[in-house]
């Protein structure tokens, strides 16, 4: 599946998963209250957020290319905020460098594209990007603010895409930019064996 192709299904689960609401949250420190792990990824989340279920991701029609989605409980701008993880097989090898290049250079010609920020981060050592964007998924939907971090683990390649409002408070940022930092192909309990 083409990056662009696999950005705009990652997009429409993303509506899919947004509710209603209307308060927002606050906070400074962002430290991991719940370690996710489920076989192939590991991810620290943030008090405030959850990680959805199959089953329900099954119940929304989620595409099977999604492997988990995390949610945060609270509200922003009317929406619930969004991290989503997708894998895809590899038909040729690929770095993770390669392939965070090839998905940046797919979504950057969405409709209404704009590059906010590009963040240097390491998973298990290996050196990617959180690549923060602007952008509008179709031309029907309004933009959206993106964190987008991609990796290759085993010939399968990962994406974990954030979807926000355009404006996003400073604590939503920390919380979505700490989550991708600590993402990890490595179960967390063999991590903390090991120091």
Not at 21 to 33: A, R
Not at 88 to 104: D, F, G, H, K, V
Not at 116 to 136: L, M, P, Q
Request: with cysteine; net charge negative.
């Amino acid at each position: 599946m083409s990056s662009m192709r696999r950005f705009v299904l990652v997009a429409g689960v993303m509506v899919l998963l947004s509710g209603c609401g209307s308060s927002t949250t606050s906070g400074t420190s962002v430290i991991c209250d719940q370690q996710f792990w489920n076989g192939t990824v590991a991810a620290c989340l943030p008090a405030g957020w959850r990680v959805l279920s199959k089953e329900t991701l099954g119940t929304l029609g989620v595409p099977e290319e999604t492997l988990a989605a995390f949610q945060l409980q609270t509200p922003h701008a009317g929406q619930l905020d969004t991290v989503t993880v997708t894998g895809e097989p590899l038909s040729r090898e690929m770095t993770t460098t390669e392939y965070s290049q090839a998905n940046i250079l797919a979504v950057s010609t969405l409709p209404d594209y704009k590059l906010i920020d590009k963040i240097v981060t390491y998973i298990d050592g290996v050196e990617s990007a959180i690549h923060v964007f602007s952008a509008r998924p179709s031309s029907e939907q309004p933009v959206r603010r993106y964190y987008q971090l991609s990796a290759v683990s085993a010939k399968t390649g990962y994406t974990f895409t954030g979807s926000f409002p355009l404006s996003i408070q400073d604590a939503e940022a920390n919380e979505v930019s700490f989550i991708l930092r600590n993402v990890s192909f490595t179960n967390p309990a063999e991590k903390a064996a090991q120091k």
